[in-house]
């Protein structure tokens, strides 16, 4: 057994205008630090562009087609606010979620204990019919019903510690009562939403709004308290990890304090979950996180932890 690593390099031709937070350095950043020798025994797959049909799981074709239409020749269009494509943008955003299904797929065969997708655009703001946030597909969504539908799992639990609320897919999922999303995240912050009585259709919905410039220790009591239990109770057969480093100190975007060091103690937990219920199986995919140091610090640390949990 062992840790995957999926990732493409088409992911690097997805274009934001100058300055913008959701840059092509990102990636750069997190996959210098993955080319390390202490990385060797990693896994390394490339990420499949996703099928339609595993996106029609959770986007109707309206969307995507809207998604793909807008795609332009050259130059870079706006989607909203904060949100643009480039030419190369929807490749990227296709190979984004198709890390997600490779990576269920080498989870659930064995060949992989853990997966890890360093994809970028994020998606865990994309809803069902809005492009947001700097997302366009909800890769981490697509995964969970690929999982569901594809592989048969009865339980799919998602743990999203990215310091802004997943609401998209909160939106995608919260109407399958076989999925668990649980979310720890800065209120009040963009988007506005994870209030905690917000708990879904199929009361499938876990949210627990921290204060800016809460910490690390904060942190690690609402997870030791109420949100690792929650999953606990779910029996999950597999736990999907949105993983955004941006509630580290460092970053720009928000005002909470966690350490690398917070981040590898959350990684361990969450990784004694999965052993607990689900036999240590678990896909984490990169969402936000955008100082460069402290995004290739995190990552590192997230991954060795994957790694050796995966061994």
Not at 17 to 35: F, K, M, N, T
Not at 127 to 150: D, H, I, N, W
Request: hydrophobic share 40%; net charge negative.
């Amino acid at each position: 057994m062992t840790t995957a690593l999926l990732t493409h390099s088409d992911c690097l031709l997805h274009q934001t205008p100058s300055g913008h937070a959701e840059q092509i350095a990102r990636l750069e950043h997190v996959l210098a630090a993955l080319d390390h020798p202490k990385f060797d025994p990693i896994l390394r797959k490339k990420a499949p562009l996703v099928a339609d049909d595993d996106l029609l799981r959770v986007h109707p074709k309206a969307h995507i087609d809207d998604i793909k239409d807008s795609a332009p020749e050259s130059g870079i269009v706006q989607l909203d606010a904060d949100t643009f494509m480039s030419e190369g943008s929807l490749s990227a955003a296709l190979r984004a979620a198709g890390a997600n299904t490779r990576a269920v797929d080498l989870v659930l065969s064995g060949e992989a204990q853990n997966a890890f997708a360093a994809v970028r655009p994020p998606g865990h703001h994309a809803e069902r019919q809005t492009p947001m946030g700097f997302c366009l597909f909800g890769s981490v969504a697509v995964g969970t019903k690929y999982a569901l539908e594809v592989h048969g799992l009865k339980r799919v639990a998602i743990i999203d510690f990215d310091v802004h609320h997943g609401n998209g897919t909160q939106d995608l999922l919260e109407g399958d009562p076989r999925v668990f999303f649980a979310s720890s995240h800065q209120m009040p912050l963009y988007p506005g939403t994870g209030h905690a009585h917000e708990t879904g259709a199929a009361n499938n919905v876990l949210n627990v709004p921290l204060a800016e410039g809460s910490n690390g220790e904060e942190m690690r009591r609402v997870y030791e308290e109420t949100i690792l239990p929650n999953v606990a109770l779910f029996r999950p057969e597999l736990i999907f990890i949105s993983a955004g480093f941006d509630a580290h100190s460092a970053d720009p975007l928000a005002g909470l304090n966690w350490s690398t060091e917070d981040f590898r103690w959350l990684t361990h937990r969450i990784c004694d979950l999965a052993d607990e219920t689900c036999s240590g199986r678990v896909v984490s995919s990169l969402e936000g996180g955008y100082d460069l140091d402290a995004l290739a610090e995190c990552v590192a640390a997230h991954v060795e932890i994957l790694m050796e949990r995966g061994a």
